[in-house]
């Protein structure tokens, strides 16, 4: 339980690490992406307007200085720029600024322009505006390359240190886990030691008390309160010894002795056991279980598992309803199902209660069904023992489907 604990504790910490992680890489570099293409439009804009070339940046102040550039900006950047005509002819080219693009490369550069049918857009590492020029149509073109290669580093640079920081954090995560956890496992294991220990002090006075009463019913014969008396006995000794149960199942559910046994078998022999009692109650109960099924685990529990699951089933279904058990290989699973018509509506708040010590579903009916809610816990426990899932659904409201799958 503890270890089941602890795994789910820090895979939800790693999960929300990641997502965490994930979004600051990609926010910093949304941001840094987005400053790449504002300062190259920004150029590109000047370029425009100014018929393809940075304009002088005097003391007049004609064209004031954009943020984020210095008047080294001109002669460190690389741009080109094509001027078409109305008609789509090619009325200029400058590639002055640029040694790696030639008129030609310009011109074919500037048709991709065209055909994206954007105004402002990547090709290759450039960076492209189309822009109005009295009747005529200029293309500018700046060379990104280095901006994007910073980008492009900055990236992979953020991805291995967030990398690198998940798996410290994961490796510093395990190594103070366990006092993380040390309150938890402290208050479980007084809780585990609690009910052994009480439920060992408890049967000897529900020992003593049957004894004397014993010993009355001999003396003065059966009454009604001698009866009662005997019934809640009984009663507290069952729910005594499932809780004891239950507990050192969690505390040993490591060291179960499981062997190859006929699954089939077992779960044929250990329904048939409810054939008079579904008659008695006048109930109808159907069994179907496919024969030849071996599992690996422990006999005496799985016996126990279906015995908690068809006593549940008749207690909680009404006069002539219905109860059915099914059992049979799926894939990679042996499944085993319990079904029954329910005396009250089952609601689906109720359904991921169902196997918490304990819980009631109808407290009202309790004392009439003779349940106190502690059996589905102990089969809960039992298929968790044998790596296997338990699940309830309900298909109207008036019914109670208990599935159980096991792997092979």
Same mark, same amino acid.
């Given at each position: 339980m503890i270890q089941k604990i602890k795994i789910r504790f820090i895979s939800l910490a790693m999960i929300a690490l990641f997502i965490l992680l994930c979004a600051i890489v990609t926010g910093m570099n949304i941001v840094n992406y987005n400053t790449i293409v504002s300062d190259a439009d920004t150029k590109l804009e000047l370029l425009s307007k100014n018929q393809g070339i940075? $304009?002088?940046?005097?003391?007049?102040?004609?064209? $004031?200085?954009?943020?984020?550039?210095?008047?080294?900006?001109?002669?460190? +950047?690389?741009?080109? +720029?094509?001027?078409?005509?109305?008609?789509?002819? *090619?009325?200029?080219?400058?590639?002055?600024?640029?040694?790696?693009?030639? +008129?030609?490369?310009? *011109?074919?550069?500037?048709?991709?322009?065209?055909?994206t049918n954007h105004i402002s857009d990547f090709i290759d590492h450039y960076r492209f505006l189309v822009s109005s020029e009295g009747n005529a149509v200029r293309i500018s073109f700046l060379d990104c390359t280095r901006e994007i290669s910073s980008f492009r580093s900055f990236l992979m640079i953020s991805i291995c240190m967030a990398l690198a920081g998940y798996a410290a954090f994961f490796f510093v995560l395990l190594f103070f886990s366990n006092r993380f956890l040390r309150p938890i496992t402290e208050s479980y294991e007084k809780q585990k030691r609690f009910i052994t220990d009480a439920g060992h002090e408890i049967k000897t006075p529900l020992a003593i008390i049957k004894a004397d009463v014993d010993v009355l019913e001999m003396e003065y014969g059966e009454n009604e309160w001698l009866s009662a008396i005997q019934s809640q006995v009984k009663r507290l000794s069952d729910l005594t010894n499932d809780l004891v149960y239950l507990s050192r199942m969690e505390e040993t559910e490591d060291t179960m002795q499981m062997i190859d046994f006929p699954f089939s078998d077992v779960i044929c022999e250990t329904a048939h056991s409810f054939d008079a009692v579904a008659q008695a109650k006048g109930k109808i109960f159907q069994c179907s279980v496919q024969p030849m099924l071996s599992l690996n685990g422990n006999e005496k529990s799985i016996r126990q598992l279906v015995n908690i699951l068809l006593d549940n089933a008749m207690k909680y279904s009404p006069e002539g309803g219905f109860v059915s058990l099914s059992a049979g290989r799926q894939g990679r699973y042996l499944s085993l199902s319990v079904q029954n018509t329910t005396i009250v509506p089952v609601e689906k708040k109720d359904l991921s209660h169902i196997f918490e010590r304990f819980y009631r579903m109808d407290a009202s009916r309790n004392s009439q069904t003779g349940g106190y809610g502690i059996g589905l816990s102990v089969a809960k426990a039992i298929v968790a023992a044998h790596n296997g899932r338990i699940s309830a659904t309900t298909e109207d409201g008036h019914s109670l489907q208990i599935s159980v799958q096991f792997p092979v």
């Open positions: 940075f $304009p002088e940046f005097g003391s007049d102040k004609k064209w $004031p200085m954009p943020p984020n550039m210095t008047m080294e900006t001109p002669y460190e +950047s690389r741009y080109f +720029s094509i001027l078409f005509s109305s008609a789509g002819e *090619v009325i200029h080219t400058d590639t002055s600024r640029i040694k790696a693009i030639d +008129s030609t490369s310009a *011109v074919q550069y500037a048709n991709q322009a065209i055909q």
